[in-house]
């Protein structure tokens, strides 16, 4: 339970840094000193790039987890996916399970998307929210 607190505040700590991250490039940028004032500069120039790798690296991995829970949740995909992945071996095996995996994430994901826009489509925007 310790271990787990601990990971827990260290992982909200990160995220709390990443978010204020701006703030202190700022914050470091508006001093006296010309290499804080570089630093402060290169954090303002670096956040916006940051964030948005954060964004992309953060969908990539949902569609992951969800096709993941999906492919491995229902037992005739997981003994498909486990039958064609059999003989690759080491990281084939890893790799082709991710993309498949991938793959699931983003079909099931289409498929939401596309059930919602039906659902706005025919009740109107108000009844798919």
Excluded: N
């Amino acid at each position: 339970a310790g271990i787990a607190l601990l990971m827990t505040a260290g992982v909200y700590g990160l995220v709390a840094g990443i978010v204020k991250l701006d703030d202190a490039g700022l914050h470091l940028a508006q001093r006296r000193h010309a290499l804080v004032q570089a630093v402060g500069r290169g954090l303002l120039r670096a956040a916006p790039w940051l964030m948005k790798g954060l964004s992309v690296a953060g969908t990539v991995a949902m569609f992951l987890v969800g096709g993941s829970i999906l492919l491995h949740g229902i037992a005739p995909l997981q003994h498909a996916l486990e039958a064609g992945l059999q003989g690759l071996g080491g990281a084939g095996e890893v790799m082709a399970g991710m993309v498949a995996e991938a793959l699931a994430g983003i079909v099931a994901g289409a498929a939401v998307m596309g059930g919602v826009a039906l659902v706005r489509q025919v009740f109107g925007k108000r009844a798919a929210a």
